[in-house]
């Protein structure tokens, strides 16, 4: 039998990543089936409510007190839980003791008297206020946090631009100024590339590509995803421009975007068309013609916005990349290869996607190949999935979304989300593909190839079961020098079977083949 149990701590704080960390290894000790350790907020005992671990007590919590609730078998005592939480919370501390905390603004640039950038990651309700009182102590900001509203993000930027700072974000999750990697970001070799990236992984792609063909950046400038909407009107992707304009060390410049308001994207490239500097833009599944008529160079691909931005460096002829790096008889050789494998019935996409952009690039240039594709971020919203954690016929999923994030880390950071969900679509007799994306770099998980590779080798060897099989493609957003080891990650899923191409857009290119040929 099982049964909820729970600890409850009055006034007793813990931040809420340690705390999202713990739950999941709370989870993996024997005989416990559900785990949720955190803050009394109302989010976490709405979260505790629906994993069916609540109850009176822990509903009248304040965001003050701490608990953590458990539903497992009756032989699990909740202080044996305890114990093992609070061994964990004394390993997390010890292993920050020798970095400092600042607990204030004000204490940290008393700290670092000199500093000049703030990255700020708090509450969505307190996160304006912060990057505010740092805006006006003439500090570029770069705000991680999301739930800010669309006004407060105009005010804070609208006082940016009036002191000539940077106000990345809200919600910015990759930047590298002056060679240092900021939040999710890969390491990078400086070199003569700015971007400016309105997407955190689409920035991440570009600029790991830019690093694999041998070039580097000069500064990663990110705005956070709303910046091209009409309410923000581009303000901080207009302010990232002239920055990389007036960058001496700065020769070729990138834009990156999903497809802005039409009245955003004019402003944008006006703000271009005399460039001193070749630009790049790459408006993810954008205007082609309109890109054009201003001078840039239009992009197909993220891989392409790359490999564009490297030639214009170079002083090289700029053409569309919309192939391989394998030649054509390799590529047939092996979507036959894998053609072949299928049993009667298999036909369907899987995409399981951490990075939102790599999803909805996937989706757009899959759309043409094989049909409508279902998706928690659709193109259009018809095919917009009545129930996310159901797959239905084509389906690309974004484990980064809010749904799948709420109370929870991000899958970049925690991916058993993902993996959870893998070791369900198994069952599932008519898939045929599963596309994958792993973005390594800092702040991603420490081994994210690691996380998944059982739920891989799980689902295919469940479809092996049935006779049927399962062909997984993949690809690495990462570079030789990322923490994670591109090389050995690359290794490790090759040996589980996973095809492994250079890029997304390649690795989508193939899916697309192979799910052509079995129709």
Same mark, same amino acid.
């Given at each position: 039998?099982?049964?909820?149990?729970?600890?409850?701590?009055?006034?007793?704080? @813990?931040?809420?990543? &340690?705390?999202?960390? %713990?739950?999941?290894? %709370?989870?993996?000790?024997?005989?416990?089936?559900? !785990?949720?350790?955190?803050?009394?907020?109302?989010?976490?005992?709405?979260?505790?409510?629906?994993?069916?671990?609540?109850?009176? =007590?822990?509903?009248?919590?304040?965001?003050?007190?701490?608990?953590?609730?458990?539903? !497992?078998?009756?032989?699990?005592?909740?202080?044996?839980?305890?114990?093992?939480?609070?061994?964990?919370?004394?390993?997390?501390?010890?292993?920050?003791?020798?970095?400092?905390?600042?607990?204030?603004?004000?204490?940290?640039?008393?700290?670092?008297?000199?500093? #000049?950038?703030?990255?700020?990651?708090? *509450?969505?309700?307190?996160?304006?206020?912060? !990057?505010?009182?740092?805006?006006?102590?003439?500090?570029?900001?770069?705000?991680?946090?999301? #739930?800010? &509203?669309?006004?407060?993000?105009?005010?804070?930027?609208?006082?940016?631009?009036?002191?000539?700072?940077?106000?990345?974000?809200?919600?910015?999750?990759?930047?590298?100024?002056?060679?240092?990697?900021? *939040?999710?970001?890969?390491?990078?070799?400086?070199?003569?590339?700015?971007?400016?990236?309105?997407?955190?992984?689409?920035?991440? =792609?570009?600029?790991?590509?830019?690093?694999?063909?041998?070039?580097?950046?000069?500064?990663?400038?990110? &705005?956070?995803?709303?910046?091209?909407?009409?309410?923000?009107?581009?303000?901080?992707?207009?302010?990232?421009?002239?920055?990389?304009?007036?960058?001496?060390? &700065?020769?070729?410049?990138?834009?990156?975007?999903?497809?802005?308001?039409?009245?955003?994207?004019?402003?944008?490239?006006?703000?271009?068309?005399?460039?001193?500097?070749?630009?790049?833009?790459?408006?993810?599944?954008?205007?082609?013609?309109?890109?054009?008529? @201003?001078?840039?160079?239009?992009?197909?691909?993220?891989?392409?916005?790359?490999?564009?931005?490297? !030639?214009?460096?170079?002083?090289?002829?700029?053409?569309?990349?919309?192939?391989?790096?394998?030649?054509?008889?390799?590529?047939?050789?092996?979507?036959?290869?894998?053609?072949?494998?299928?049993?009667?019935?298999?036909?369907?996409?899987?995409?399981?996607?951490?990075?939102?952009?790599?999803?909805?690039?996937?989706?757009?240039?899959?759309?043409?190949?094989?049909?409508?594709?279902?998706?928690?971020?659709?193109?259009?919203?018809?095919?917009?999935?009545?129930?996310?954690?159901?797959?239905? =016929?084509?389906?690309?999923?974004?484990?980064?979304?809010?749904?799948?994030?709420?109370?929870?880390?991000?899958?970049?950071?925690?991916?058993?989300?993902?993996?959870?969900?893998?070791?369900?679509?198994?069952?599932?007799?008519?898939?045929?593909?599963?596309?994958?994306?792993?973005?390594?770099? @800092?702040?991603?998980? =420490?081994?994210?190839?690691?996380?998944?590779?059982?739920?891989?080798?799980?689902?295919?060897?469940?479809?092996?079961?049935?006779?049927?099989?399962?062909?997984?493609?993949?690809?690495?957003?990462?570079?030789?020098?990322?923490?994670?080891?591109?090389?050995?990650?690359?290794?490790?899923?090759?040996?589980?079977?996973?095809?492994?191409?250079?890029?997304?857009?390649?690795?989508?290119?193939?899916?697309?083949?192979?799910? #052509?040929?079995?129709?």
């Amino acid at each position: 039998m099982s049964s909820v149990k729970f600890e409850i701590r009055k006034n007793a704080y @813990y931040d809420s990543v &340690t705390l999202m960390i %713990i739950s999941k290894e %709370i989870k993996k000790i024997d005989g416990v089936k559900e !785990a949720l350790v955190g803050m009394g907020t109302d989010l976490n005992k709405e979260l505790a409510e629906n994993l069916s671990i609540s109850n009176d =007590e822990i509903k009248n919590l304040t965001p003050n007190d701490f608990f953590v609730t458990v539903l !497992a078998e009756d032989n699990v005592q909740i202080e044996t839980i305890s114990g093992e939480v609070d061994r964990l919370l004394s390993q997390k501390k010890k292993s920050s003791e020798s970095d400092y905390m600042p607990p204030t603004l004000e204490s940290a640039l008393n700290h670092e008297p000199d500093s #000049n950038i703030v990255v700020i990651s708090v *509450a969505g309700e307190y996160a304006a206020a912060e !990057a505010k009182k740092a805006l006006n102590n003439d500090l570029h900001v770069m705000l991680f946090s999301d #739930n800010v &509203t669309v006004e407060q993000e105009k005010e804070l930027k609208e006082l940016a631009c009036e002191k000539g700072l940077l106000m990345m974000g809200p919600d910015c999750g990759t930047a590298i100024i002056n060679n240092v990697p900021l *939040a999710f970001a890969n390491v990078i070799k400086k070199g003569h590339i700015g971007v400016v990236g309105a997407s955190g992984t689409g920035t991440q =792609e570009v600029t790991v590509i830019i690093d694999k063909l041998g070039e580097g950046v000069s500064q990663v400038i990110g &705005t956070g995803g709303r910046d091209l909407k009409s309410e923000i009107g581009g303000l901080m992707m207009l302010q990232g421009i002239e920055a990389l304009k007036n960058d001496p060390q &700065t020769k070729v410049i990138v834009l990156i975007s999903k497809p802005p308001a039409e009245e955003v994207a004019e402003k944008v490239l006006k703000a271009i068309e005399n460039s001193s500097k070749p630009v790049v833009v790459d408006f993810i599944g954008g205007d082609r013609k309109l890109i054009e008529k @201003y001078g840039a160079h239009a992009c197909v691909s993220l891989e392409d916005a790359a490999r564009k931005a490297v !030639a214009l460096l170079r002083g090289e002829e700029v053409k569309d990349f919309d192939g391989f790096d394998l030649s054509d008889a390799e590529i047939e050789k092996l979507v036959d290869e894998e053609v072949s494998k299928f049993d009667k019935g298999q036909k369907y996409l899987r995409a399981f996607y951490t990075g939102g952009t790599l999803a909805d690039e996937a989706m757009k240039l899959l759309s043409g190949e094989i049909g409508n594709i279902y998706s928690n971020i659709p193109l259009t919203p018809e095919y917009k999935m009545e129930n996310a954690k159901v797959s239905k =016929e084509h389906t690309c999923i974004d484990f980064g979304d809010d749904e799948f994030t709420k109370g929870k880390p991000h899958p970049m950071i925690d991916p058993i989300g993902r993996v959870e969900r893998l070791m369900k679509e198994g069952d599932d007799e008519e898939m045929a593909v599963l596309l994958m994306d792993f973005v390594l770099g @800092y702040g991603s998980h =420490e081994d994210p190839v690691g996380e998944m590779l059982p739920s891989i080798k799980e689902a295919k060897e469940k479809m092996a079961k049935k006779g049927k099989y399962l062909c997984v493609v993949g690809s690495i957003c990462g570079t030789a020098n990322d923490p994670q080891s591109l090389e050995e990650s690359q290794r490790r899923l090759e040996e589980a079977g996973v095809i492994v191409m250079p890029s997304n857009a390649q690795a989508v290119r193939l899916a697309g083949l192979i799910l #052509n040929k079995i129709k």
